[in-house]
């Protein structure tokens, strides 16, 4: 990747003053004025007021804009700070630079570090400031971010310098994942074999989950922190205005504690620190032995971290063992409990009750709402936004993290260089389009807290890996949660591009520039499709073969043939990555499909055209290349405008049950000349991944059935729920 976006910074010109464009996130109201503070190098802050930590954090925060920061008395301070208490929002502040110096009114120490924070991004120049005057406030109280250390574990020191980073961003709460199936991070005093062995695992999967035959690197894996770290940790957030929120995942995702006290299981049988990804029927067993070990557990997580909220998990919890369990069915019996989801209602509520008689409450993922919430309970609502609306319903306080916007693993680009990822897509433009609230109606609006943006790191060994998922995307997120992303778009990634990257660079700190490449805009052509190449940000220009470009023309053809375009994007002198684009041309390509089945708008690109783009999915998959349906029965009918001899129809579907997405179990494909009377094709049971007739057939319309599960098997990823189902590209040839 050959990008100098220090040179972009004196390239591009946006519509905003230098100075208020390199506020992130943008402040409520900011109004420039023609004053000028000149300073030369040196402000001056009230001793009274910021001392200590926060001052040597502040100290430090300037000194990387060449700009020293001193503690004065109040007479001498060049930034004049003015205690308001009783401010309706207990973040908001008022920031105003004159002529005369730097006036900053605030009403508690979140607020006062809110303004410090918004004045050092504001110094470009380490001589002076323009004018500006600032009121601002948050849109959400709960701005998050979460952060996975089991599947991949971070070093204390790694985990300061991301918190560093989403402290800038104003997120205050970080959300750090614990415990899980590969590795058990924190210490616990009274059972020291949770990390003397639940810390370690013996190989970790090697590639995607979904690649067979399967590979592992056999390589002792893991670490943990101990209380002491944690509790430094929490110190050194707290600073910076980030409460952190510890996650101990039950009753699912329990295999390393299970391997090191087998005991809290159904089965009591020695098991493995899991080595690769999903979900693993070993669960904790709701036995009270196992809930009394678990209420331990939290009594020393509630002393190390002295959040209001403590996260239980909740989530993936397999009932399997537990329906075969006597000890399950003697607990069902003893409190009349029915079902599964009835037991796992019924162990959150006993843990809830343990967290709230220490006057903390609790908040689990979605599932936590199966079998009847808990009375207290927060929700994460991560499945989709449904869980979060109905919890809202309930009045109860609600985080909205649905994977469509937040999951920050997913792909950003559908770029061949893009490093491996779980699956999905989600490129920038759709985290800024995110919106909490949207679906609710405004009644119950007090009850959605903020959101949430996810890190989980089957797929992130590193913290170079971690940031590049998660810059720029966290700056998209920022902005919805603390303005409501009310400016465009386009100025917003303008902006990025000059003022906010070109810091990370100075950081250290990795980042994807996917969004600077160029966007498909998909035309419909008589004799194929045309892709116009639009450009992210002004100033931009691409280039094919050394000319100048803005489209890439596809042409049907009777057999498929494999293209490739070579797109190279350019700011004047400097380039940008190269983006090589593969298609697939067929007879097909371009002709128009009705759904009477939609696709998920999640994974409905190119609408009516998209089986028939060129585009054919690959794997490990990406949101962007598939059509994702969440039904068990699937109908389309391709029309070829005009009664078409062909010679077979092929279509890819996708297997990744680690994802909720399962092959098809059967189909059905019909053909009619006149759309009305159909003959049959052919049809069959799925035994690959391949949908395919071979023979001569002559028509217009071709109709296609597609039938799969009706839910997911127990014991699997997402049991009981509607399997997703993937397909690509219809392609027709002589």
């Known amino acids: 990747m050959k990008i100098t976006l220090i040179v972009l910074l004196c390239m591009l010109t946006t519509k905003l003053s230098a100075q208020h464009g390199s506020v992130f996130p943008q402040p409520a109201k900011m109004e420039q004025t023609s004053d000028k503070f000149v300073f030369n190098g040196k402000l001056t802050v009230d001793e009274a007021q910021v001392s200590g930590n926060l001052l040597d954090y502040f100290k430090k925060l300037f000194s990387q804009k060449a700009v020293q920061l001193e503690a004065v008395s109040a007479k001498e301070a060049s930034i ?4 308001i208490p009783g401010f309706e929002n207990s973040e908001y502040y008022q920031l105003t630079v004159s002529n005369s110096g730097i006036d900053i009114k605030y009403s508690d120490q979140n607020n006062l570090r809110n303004a410090l924070i918004t004045l050092s991004q504001l110094v470009r120049n380490p001589k002076e400031l323009t004018g500006v005057h600032i009121n601002d406030y948050p849109a959400f109280d709960y701005r998050g971010v979460h952060l996975d250390c089991s599947r991949h574990f971070f070093t204390i020191s ?6 560093d980073q989403i402290a800038l961003l104003k997120f205050n709460k970080f959300h750090w994942h614990l415990t899980d199936d590969q590795g058990w991070r924190i210490e616990i005093k009274k059972y020291p074999k949770l990390t003397s062995v639940g810390a370690w695992r013996d190989s970790t999967l090697i ?3 979904s690649k067979q035959p399967v590979e592992y690197e056999h390589k002792r894996y893991g670490g943990f922190y101990t209380q002491e770290e944690a509790k430094e940790l929490v110190k050194y957030a707290r600073i910076r205005g980030v409460e952190i929120i510890p996650e101990i995942e039950m009753p699912g995702h329990a295999s390393a504690a299970i391997a090191a006290y087998p005991e809290l299981s159904c089965t009591e049988k020695q098991i493995p620190v899991v080595g690769t990804w999903g979900v693993f029927d070993d669960v904790f067993c709701s036995q009270e032995k196992t809930r009394s070990f678990l209420k331990d557990v939290l009594d020393e997580i509630i002393e190390i971290f002295p959040s209001h909220v403590i996260h239980i998990g909740g989530d993936e919890s397999p009932k399997v063992n537990w329906e075969k369990c006597p000890k399950c069915k003697a607990v069902m019996t003893q409190n009349n409990l029915k079902t599964g989801h009835e037991l796992q209602s019924f162990f959150i509520q006993d843990m809830e009750k343990h967290v709230n008689a220490k006057g903390r409450i609790i908040i689990g993922w979605d599932e936590i709402l199966e079998g009847g919430l808990a009375p207290n309970a927060q929700v994460m609502s991560w499945q989709g936004v449904e869980g979060g609306i109905a919890a809202a319903k309930m009045k109860h306080q609600v985080v909205m993290t649905p994977t469509s916007y937040c999951y920050f693993d997913y792909y950003q680009s559908g770029h061949p260089s893009e490093p491996l990822a779980i699956g999905g897509y989600l490129p920038l433009e759709k985290v800024y389009q995110f919106d909490p609230l949207k679906g609710l109606e405004a009644d119950y609006h007090t009850y959605i807290l903020g959101a949430q943006a996810n890190l989980w790191t089957e797929y992130l060994p590193t913290m170079k890996a971690v940031e590049y998922s ?9 902005e919805v949660l603390w303005n409501g992303a009310k400016t465009p778009y386009s100025s917003f990634v303008e902006t990025l591009s000059t003022v906010y990257l070109p810091q990370l660079k100075k950081d250290g700190i990795n980042f994807s520039t996917a969004f600077l490449d160029p966007v498909l805009d998909l035309k419909y052509s008589p004799t194929g499709v045309n892709y116009q190449l639009i450009k992210p940000i002004e100033g931009v220009t691409f280039t094919m073969d050394g000319k100048p470009a803005n489209r890439i023309s596809l042409q049907r053809t009777e057999q498929p043939k494999e293209e490739k375009y070579l797109v190279n994007s350019k700011i004047g002198d400097q380039e940008l990555r190269s983006c090589e684009y593969t298609f697939t041309t067929h007879l097909a390509l371009g002709k128009t499909v009705y759904f009477e089945t939609k696709p998920h708008e ?4 190119h609408m009516s055209y998209g089986l028939t783009d060129g585009v054919v999915g690959k794997k490990p998959w990406k949101g962007n290349e598939w059509l ?4 068990d029965t699937i109908v389309f ?7 078409t001899e062909f010679g077979s129809i092929r279509i890819e579907t996708l297997n990744d049950p680690g994802s909720w997405i399962y092959r098809p179990e059967r189909f059905k494909i019909e053909i009619s000349s006149n759309g009305k009377k159909y003959s049959l094709a052919g049809q069959s049971a799925l035994s690959g991944d391949l949908i395919q007739v071979t023979k001569k057939m002559k028509a217009r319309y071709i109709k ?3 039938y799969n599960k009706e839910l997911i098997p127990q014991g699997q990823t997402g049991a009981g729920f509607t399997p997703w189902t993937f397909i690509n590209e219809i392609i027709l040839s002589k």
């Open 704 to 706: 296609v059935s597609i």
């Open 470 to 478: 998660a810059f720029p995307r966290l700056v998209a997120m920022a």
């Open 158 to 163: 790694e985990i300061k310098g991301f918190i």
């Open 602 to 605: 999640k994974y409905n690109h």
């Open 207 to 209: 590639g995607h989950f």
């Open 637 to 643: 009918t391709l029309d070829m405008a005009e009664t």
């Open 628 to 631: 994702g349906f969440n039904n």
């Open 80 to 83: 004049r700070l003015k205690h």
